[in-house]
């Protein structure tokens, strides 16, 4: 009974993220004369070169031979839901139309990042893709050790290029300013406030400061010796990784207790790992 909850919430979230983008396409895309990234970029670039063909139908059939060629290079349950997504975004770029009454082009462009980015990330979030370059990324990547990135970036590089040569290099660029916003999006929908924050603190009053992130925070904090370059002076390093909400409450600490400590705060890509019950680690 769970894995079938759980098999039907991740086709509800491919399909809602389907229809997003499905919305962005078909509702600002299109009409603009914008591309995208990705395999949708490609199929746009198809559907204003060949008008009566559907842009459902081009997608699909550009995602056949990557899933044909693909499936052993992904996971089983991966490849099915990416396969659900597929079918989804196609039926949904078919079928889901809907009319915005923004004719400001740059508007647009944002505009259709942040439906893109919200649709993308909701599919993110599913056991699943969309298909594309999802699935030519990961193989590439195993078969030839090839970054995720580099494929993506190569791809849509590809993809305005060719919007530049065929259609109008003012349309790339506007399709550049969407794929940022879709990207920056992108990013809140699947990590919102949630990602995590490594803080670097260098202070005389470090004793004080780890008390106080221990007692108040109740997170854990690991003490590093260090040495000055400069001074030579001996003192220990406090690195601990919090929250974004958190932050804040720690930089108060800091500039209670030594307002001249020198801290470095820089975003985590990934963190892994727990508190042990309600102790931190150290």
């Not at 915005?100 to 893709?129: K, N, Q, W």
């Not at 040569?165 to 969407?178: E, I, P, R």
């Not at 409450?249 to 307002?259: A, F």
Request: glycine share 12%; charged share 15%; proline share 2%.
């Amino acid at each position: 009974m769970r894995r079938t909850g759980q098999a039907l919430w991740n086709l509800c979230l491919l399909a809602v993220g389907a229809v997003f983008c499905a919305v962005a396409v078909n509702g600002i895309l299109v009409p603009q004369g914008f591309v995208s990234g990705g395999l949708t970029g490609l199929s746009l670039v198809v559907k204003y070169l060949l008008p009566a063909w559907p842009l459902g139908g081009i997608y699909l059939v550009l995602n056949v031979p990557l899933f044909l060629v693909g499936w052993r290079f992904v996971g089983g349950r991966f490849f099915l839901y990416s396969i659900a997504g597929m079918v989804f975004f196609s039926a949904a770029l078919q079928w889901v139309h809907m009319d915005f009454a923004v004719e400001d082009r740059i508007l647009s462009a944002l505009l259709a990042g942040i439906l893109t980015g919200i649709g993308t990330g909701i599919t993110l979030r599913s056991a699943g893709s969309g298909g594309g370059t999802d699935i030519l990324a990961v193989m590439l990547l195993k078969h030839f050790s090839v970054r995720l990135g580099t494929t993506v970036l190569v791809f849509n590089s590809v993809v305005l290029a060719l919007t530049a040569l065929l259609f109008s290099l003012q349309g790339a660029l506007y399709t550049l300013v969407f794929l940022y916003v879709a990207s920056k999006v992108l990013n809140i929908v699947v990590t919102g406030l949630s990602q995590r924050k490594a803080v670097w603190i260098v202070s005389r009053a470090w004793e004080e400061i780890n008390r106080k992130i221990l007692e108040e925070l109740n997170r854990g904090v690991t003490i590093i010796e260090g040495r000055g370059g400069f001074t030579g002076q001996k003192g220990c390093i406090l690195y601990t990784v919090i929250t974004f909400q958190e932050l804040a409450r720690v930089k108060t600490i800091i500039r209670r207790l030594d307002p001249q400590a020198f801290v470095v705060v820089s975003e985590t890509l990934e963190v892994m790992g727990h508190r042990i019950g309600n102790q931190p680690h150290w």
